[in-house]
């Protein structure tokens, strides 16, 4: 008859066996996982063999009810799973998080959110399964994290649009300056017709890449209303560079707010029978492989995407340990310049 058991099982060990193991008491294992100062060295370096020699792996339940956390940290994307695949920044920001936490005893949880489930969102968030929350891709009418921070740490990705959350943690990049730098290089060229492709504006990004287009016209006192609006996927760049050029006024610059905006608005020129940069130079914004691969390689501006999601990690980490953090973290950002921008002149 079998016993149920199998030939090769063995009880798991457990924190009284690493202790013998180590010659030290149960309290002082206890203290070496749980990294509490004031052990020595040779004590944790005895007890740590004795771990790695056993496969003891602590009870992070147990842990859990001493410590008062689940070693979880929740990444909600309050967007669709087609755009959260689509996108390479998504993918980015996640594995600069992920990167970041591999070195923690944190493991990260994903949410795919959108604003028809914000309250299973705020159930799961409210509800003691996770010890902080980052959140991307932040839209003004998603109010699934209004005053959550006062229960449960939360780091943005990008900065809010809401003065409801003007207290937020965030990490950002300077989309503005950077969007003005684009603009400018444009100008720098020699084109003074510049359109530009806008994202969402309930959304920072959108939003303050168009003050940064705006901004760098103004300063160069040229025309700022050439202005259509996409969502930041190829289609709608497409969609939006039709309409502009349906428009029939003379464009020989665009700035598009995103790359794939950008390469959805090289299909709608060429198809037109326009040369880039020929007729209209291009530029966009996130330097990722839709810029890179595009024909001609795309002027863009550079946003590190990967160190993003590894400070916003940081942040929410050391919120969650008690640690001094700054609330805002800007990231820099840089202009590419590759072939669409070639000067009228080269």
């Not at 992920?98 to 509800?127: C, W």
């Amino acid at each position: 008859m079998s016993s149920g058991r199998g030939r090769d099982a063995h009880p798991a060990p457990t924190l009284e066996m690493v202790a013998a193991a180590a010659g030290v008491s149960r309290a002082t294992v206890s203290r070496v996982v749980n990294a509490a100062p004031n052990v020595s060295d040779a004590i944790a370096e005895a007890v740590n063999e004795a771990i790695l020699k056993l496969n003891y792996v602590p009870n992070r339940a147990a842990r859990s009810l001493v410590s008062r956390r689940t070693q979880v940290i929740a990444l909600v994307v309050p967007e669709t799973t087609a755009k959260l695949f689509s996108d390479p920044f998504f993918a980015t920001v996640v594995q600069g998080v992920a990167l970041y936490l591999s070195d923690t005893d944190f493991t990260l949880n994903m949410l795919i959110a959108s604003e028809m489930r914000s309250e299973k969102t705020r159930r799961y968030l409210l509800g003691g399964n996770a010890d902080g929350a980052l959140v991307v891709s932040h839209h003004e009418g998603d109010h699934s994290y209004d005053r959550l921070d006062l229960s449960l740490p939360i780091v943005y990705g990008g900065r809010p649009l809401l003065e409801s959350e003007s207290e937020s943690y965030f990490v950002d990049v300077d989309n503005v300056a950077g969007a003005a730098e684009a603009t400018a290089h444009l100008i720098a060229t020699g084109r003074r017709s510049i359109a530009t492709i806008a994202g969402p504006q309930d959304m920072p990004p959108g939003f303050d890449r168009l003050r940064g287009f705006r901004r760098a016209m103004a300063d160069a006192r040229l025309r700022s209303d050439l202005v259509e609006y996409g969502d930041f996927t190829p289609d709608s760049g497409a969609e939006a560079m039709r309409r502009l050029l349906d428009r029939g006024e003379p464009i020989d610059g665009l700035f598009a707010a995103n790359d794939q905006m950008a390469a959805g608005a090289y299909s709608v020129i060429l198809e037109r029978g326009l040369r880039i940069p020929h007729d209209i130079a291009v530029a966009g914004f996130d330097n990722n492989y839709f810029g890179s691969t595009a024909v001609p390689a795309l002027t863009t501006i550079d946003q590190p995407s990967l160190e993003l999601g590894r400070a916003m990690a940081e942040v929410l980490v050391r919120r969650i340990e008690g640690k001094p953090v700054d609330r805002v973290t800007m990231m820099p950002t840089r202009l590419i310049v590759r072939a669409s921008t070639t000067p009228r002149d080269a």
